[in-house]
């Protein structure tokens, strides 16, 4: 609005310029954008009075990503719209029994599934800045890493705007983290990262204030996971990754409730924590379903 643009790109942090290769994955070549020269239009007619018709370009211009080496498949292409975020219906996608994910509640009587956050034994969770899509197969196939996936997809589902998280957890312990990440699962199996977020359960109800978890009590975590435009194909899976650690990308929870150190603390917990999915106490995934 007024003398603003937006622009959102397939790219990495601060990688904007002619770029389309972002990690693993290999956009078509109009994922390409010129930042250098849209900056330059922007200055020369701001600045310098210059008639390039700038101002009557679209506010936002946002890029859809869609799969990698399939031809034909939809997405992959710039959208042009007036206002962001754009249009969608919020659509749950509920954590099942057996690590299913379905858009209906659950209805078993398998209550939750179960993990551990061991802060001397964590799950593994590469560090290197912002390595960008990737095969994620190797953190999810890690002991005390939950995957819960929907069936293979019949047609195209297209996810643009945020995507939050509604976690109902409980835990053996005070404080504890949960990790959700959100991945396109291709039919040869390979399941490429999209988003993830983290959250330390003594923020849940957010950050001006400390608010500690009762032994076996079961709470809601909600939190934003992050912003995307991806469509998943038709025959792709979307998978929600959900765990408690992952370091050395994530420093591991002490899990004791006590204030947070620089320096890692000498005691820890190690933290049963359950992730419920149950009729009544059913995590889920609110995801921005464009129509």
Known sequence: R????????????????????????EYPE???????????????????????????????RYYA??????????????????DAPVKT?????YLQPAGKLAITKPAG??????LTADPLNPAKIEARGFPGARDARQVEEQENVLTFTTDPLTEPVEWTGNVKAELLVSS?????????RVSDVYPDGRSILIIDMIRRARYRDGYEQQVFMEPGEVYKVPFNVGWLSQVFNKGHRIRVTVAS?????????????????????????????????SPQNAS????????
């Open 245 to 277: 650690t992952g370091a050395p990308f994530y420093e591991p929870n002490p899990n004791t409730g006590e204030p947070i150190t620089i320096e890692f603390p000498e005691k820890v917990v190690v933290a049963k924590n359950k992730i419920h999915h």
């Open 172 to 180: 053996s312990a005070k404080d504890t983290d949960f990790i959700v």
């Open 284 to 291: 889920r995934i609110l995801a921005p379903v464009k129509k």
């Open 109 to 114: 009587s398998e209550a939750f599934t179960q």
């Open 89 to 93: 219906v919020e659509t749950p996608y």
């Open 65 to 82: 990503m869609g799969a990698v080496g399939e031809p034909g498949a939809p997405g992959n292409e710039w959208r042009a719209v007036a």
């Open 2 to 25: 007024g003398q603003q643009k937006l622009y959102i790109g397939p790219w990495l942090h601060g990688r904007f310029n002619k770029v389309n290769k972002v990690g693993e994955m």
């Open 30 to 60: 109009n994922a390409n954008f010129d930042m250098m020269t849209e900056m330059i239009r922007w200055f020369d007619h701001y600045l310098k009075g210059v008639d390039n018709g700038i101002e009557k370009d679209p506010n936002v």
